[in-house]
């Protein structure tokens, strides 16, 4: 008898937990570490993402393009954090900032991608004409399946050209 459930408790993972229980255990991590265990599987991604919003303000993201650092401001603590830029963010412009993943252009005007500035993930994105846009936004971050970008490409008096694609990862 002590044998079968010794063998029982050690087939038991944390994928077996039950979800409420996984949020109690997420919403106790740092937004840094929250947005790490957020890519440990999709009931996790779920738990962190739902804590996440309760929880964690969306930080403004700074930067200057001269400087190898950017600042974080924090408008709920009023506090401004200041981190190392990594070498795929010097010379790219940073569009938009959305739970956690930067929109970022690479000097090129070739290359747009999403990063993930805490794992350093990146999702490349497959449409060459965003080069031309002047300012892009996303709706969510792109590991959501609905995921929709933004790119205003044209202004012209009395219009705007602003075109929508669908990024839809799996």
Known sequence: MKKKK????????FSNLPFELTLLI???LSLKDN???????KTWQV????????????????RSPCREEYELYDPLLDKTHICKSSPVLRGSHIHCSTDGWLLVRHRNFRDTFFLNPFTHERIGLPWPDMGSSLAL????APTSN???LFSVSDFTEGSITIKTYRLATK
Do not use: D, F, G
């Not at 010794?6 to 993972?13: I, L, P």
């Not at 947005?35 to 599987?41: F, L």
């Not at 738990?47 to 700074?62: D, I, Q």
């Not at 936004?137 to 969510?140: E, F, I, L, T």
């Open 26 to 28: 997420l919403e106790r």
């Open 35 to 41: 947005i790490r265990a957020s890519i440990v599987c």
């Open 6 to 13: 010794r063998t029982e408790a050690n087939n038991q993972t």
């Open 137 to 140: 936004a996303s709706s969510c």
């Open 47 to 62: 738990a962190c993402v739902s804590v996440r919003v309760k929880e964690y303000s969306t930080p403004l993201l700074m």
């Open 146 to 148: 609905s995921c929709v």
